[in-house]
């Protein structure tokens, strides 16, 4: 079992629509990113979150320890916004802090 | 700053061949790493170090072979080219140790060995 879990594989939305994607993690961190891929292929970080709630633009990132979940929700999705968006954490007490990484979730948003 | 950057963008070798692909970084941070990214998987971390002269074994090390000797330069050495090791490349850095700050990568390195 993967250390890290997306949902959904792959989605795909019209221009306008609030978008959710989720992150469930078994291990336990000390951290949590958000990555955003474009089709180019290059990375770029969105989001690193301990607690709570954080807020960028559009993006919001939120984060429940107990439940050992995250999630990532877009407003007002727009064409621009498609890319691979990857969940990684940084497993507590791991070598160097290192970063685990799910295997992302391939958005697609339509005009 | 110029961030990450990754030399070349493109390669393709022959079995047995050996490379480099070069990383370097300007924001002056200590950590830094190489992942390749497959089809399918996720990021997965081949080495890293945590500062010059200083590098470590990641979860995919075989077949690659990393040195630090300045704080900028990350180069990764493909001492036997294989057809798994076709795959894209990733350099990343960070300001601190490892996933506890926010990561920066480079924009990768697309490698086909035949």
């Known amino acids: 079992k993967n250390e890290v879990e997306q949902s959904p594989q792959n989605l795909t939305a019209q221009e306008g629509e609030f978008i959710t994607i989720n992150c469930s993690y078994s291990?336990?961190?000390?951290?949590l990113h958000w990555l955003q891929q474009h089709p180019g292929g290059g990375i770029v970080s969105l989001f690193m979150?301990?607690?709570g709630k954080k807020k960028h633009g559009r993006l919001i990132a939120t984060i429940n320890i107990q439940e050992k979940h995250s999630s990532l929700h877009i407003t007002a999705s727009h064409p621009r916004d498609s890319a691979v968006y990857i969940c990684a954490v940084t497993n507590y007490g791991g070598s160097q802090g290192n970063l685990i990484f799910g295997k992302g979730t391939k958005l697609s948003v339509k005009p | 700053n110029a961030g990450v950057t990754q030399t070349p963008k493109f390669q393709v070798l022959k079995t047995g061949q050996s490379m480099t692909l070069q990383c370097a970084q300007d924001?002056?941070?200590?950590?830094m790493s190489w992942y390749r990214q497959d089809p399918g998987m996720g990021l997965r971390l081949i080495h890293y170090?945590?500062?010059?002269?200083?590098?470590d074994q990641g979860e995919v090390p075989n077949g690659y072979n990393v040195s630090r000797s300045t704080t900028e330069d990350f180069p990764l050495r493909l001492l036997s080219a294989a057809p798994s090791q076709t795959s894209v490349y990733f350099c990343a850095s960070s300001i601190g140790r490892g996933g506890h700050d926010e990561q920066f990568f480079g924009p990768g390195t697309r490698l086909t060995v035949l």
């Open positions: 924001m002056n941070h200590e950590y």
């Open positions: 979150l301990s607690s």
């Open positions: 291990v336990g961190i000390s951290a």
């Open positions: 170090s945590v500062g010059a002269g200083i590098t």
